[in-house]
């Protein structure tokens, strides 16, 4: 399978605990989108490297958020100290890195905050 | 400030007979609109999507129609199928921010 892997699928941990997420785009891809989505909503836009470089974070991507690509390829997304309210689908997408190009979403980590 | 609007929230149709989804967008400068479909528990899947110079693209049974003038795309599925039944998502990209903003989604049942 050649799409967009993330790991895990499911994470479920106590308030006030780190957790890390992992995302392993599509090989071609130097664009790499992380998202968040709640029950009911469509996914909401945190942040997304061109190959190593953090192009961009929303104002949704706290200080105990953070994400890194360190070789251009993989990337993971870190939540320290987790509260109830992180608790959503946090889904990676990757494209190419010409504008308007079709991004294509792995099947996310669900994050279950105790 | 970025937005796309879409509606309706939920949509229940007949097998065999049409749906329209329709979604509107804030920014002038918008000038790419893709269309995801999500099966519950999967990420979302590109089913289709239209750039600017374009006003109506088909794929089947899926097409999308596009009204700059007005800020308004809309996806029309034909003959619908129960595997048509899932949540759509319309977008819009903001070149300004070089990103996709994603509007609320529509929960599309077909009913055998």
């Known amino acids: 399978d050649t799409g967009v892997s993330q790991d895990p699928r499911h994470k479920i941990t106590k308030r006030g605990q780190n957790v890390t997420f992992r995302c392993d785009p599509i090989?071609?891809?130097?664009?790499l989108y992380w998202y968040r989505q709640t029950l009911g909503q469509g996914p909401e836009f945190l942040t997304y490297?061109?190959?190593?470089?953090?192009?961009?974070k929303s104002r949704l991507l706290s200080d105990r958020f953070s994400a890194e690509r360190p070789k251009g390829s993989f990337s993971t997304l870190e939540i320290q100290r987790t509260e109830q309210g992180d608790s959503a689908m946090y889904l990676c997408?990757?494209?190419?890195?010409?504008?308007?190009?079709?991004?294509?979403f792995g099947d996310g980590t669900r994050l279950s905050i105790l | 400030g970025e937005n796309v609007e879409q509606h309706p929230s939920t949509l229940s149709v007949q097998e065999g007979d049409s749906a329209v989804i329709k979604c509107t967008y804030s920014?002038?400068?918008?000038?790419?609109f893709p269309w995801y479909k999500q099966e519950l528990g999967k990420g979302p899947q590109l089913i289709i999507d239209?750039?600017?110079?374009?006003g109506e693209k088909k794929d089947q049974r899926i097409a999308v129609t596009l009204n700059k003038t007005a800020k308004h795309f809309s996806l029309h599925i034909t003959e619908t199928q129960p595997e048509d039944s899932a949540v759509y998502f319309c977008?819009?990209?903001?070149?300004?921010?070089?990103?996709?903003?994603f509007g609320p989604g529509t929960s599309l049942s077909v009913i055998p």
């Open positions: 977008a819009a990209s903001y070149p300004s921010y070089d990103k996709v903003i």
């Open positions: 997408a990757s494209s190419l890195d010409t504008s308007n190009q079709p991004q294509h």
């Open positions: 239209i750039r600017s110079n374009v």
């Open positions: 090989s071609e891809h130097n664009r």
């Open positions: 490297f061109q190959n190593e470089a953090q192009l961009e």
């Open positions: 920014d002038s400068a918008s000038n790419y």
